[in-house]
């Protein structure tokens, strides 16, 4: 079955730094989302994008983050200068349509230190 | 604005007693519902969606619009069941999915 992959799958980094999380999504997926889940807490919506923009963000996805698909196949979020209350599990996923359900990845743990 | 409600973090039952997970929505258009399982540090998964009307190991969910209701049941819990359960709500045009907090289901032996 196709996955969705996350690299990598720890990233540890200092207060002020730039992180770059990647994704792969599922080759035939039209459909591309960021999600976060601070510990302990819901997993929640960042961003999705869809022909090569975004087509929508939340109230979190302020100018510090990014989202890119440099090459048809990667899915990038980059966190230009992390902050502590970055730190989460950051989950990519990717979908055909409305209706199909999305498909996650196994989730980057970003700590911030 | 699209919100999930799961009332219950946690909710221990004992091997083969049946289980209710619930969850309740707000949600002015058609909503579409979905049931999303994750298993001990492994990823989200896709259990149920509310279109398809199936059955997944076991498990059923039917969409009750006049309570605003999505729960997930099973008539016998399984020891393998015990995982985090999240509801999640997707609004008309494709708009992203809302989850609710979750709950720990822990099926005790």
């Known amino acids: 079955e196709p996955e969705v992959t996350q690299t990598p799958s720890h990233q540890v980094t200092q207060m002020g730094q730039e992180v770059i999380l990647r994704c792969v999504p599922i080759?035939?997926?039209?459909?591309f989302y960021w999600y976060r889940q601070i510990l302990g807490q819901k997993v929640e919506f960042l961003v999705s994008f869809y022909n090569n923009e975004i087509s929508e963000k939340s109230e979190i996805f302020d100018d510090q983050f990014s989202v890119e698909r440099p090459d048809g196949s990667n899915f990038t979020l980059k966190i230009r200068s992390t902050k502590l209350e970055d730190s989460a599990m950051y989950f990519c996923?990717?979908?055909?349509?409305?209706?199909?359900?999305?498909?996650f990845g196994s989730g980057t743990r970003l700590t911030v230190v | 604005a699209q919100r999930v409600t799961q009332p219950e973090k946690l909710l221990s039952v004992f091997k083969g007693a049946p289980v209710e997970l619930k969850c309740n929505y707000s949600?002015?258009?058609?909503?579409?519902l979905f049931w999303y399982v994750q298993y001990s540090r492994q990823r989200l998964q896709l259990l149920l969606r509310?279109?398809s009307r199936e059955s997944i190991k076991g498990f059923t969910a039917d969409l009750n619009k006049g309570e605003t209701s999505f729960h997930l049941k099973k008539p016998f819990a399984q020891e393998e069941d015990s995982a985090m359960y999240y509801c999640a709500l997707s609004g008309t045009g494709n708009t992203p999915l809302v989850f609710g907090k979750g709950t720990r289901l822990s099926v005790i032996a």
């Open positions: 996923a990717s979908s055909r349509g409305t209706g199909d359900g999305y498909t």
């Open positions: 080759s035939n997926h039209l459909y």
């Open positions: 949600y002015s258009g058609s909503p579409e």
């Open positions: 509310h279109i």
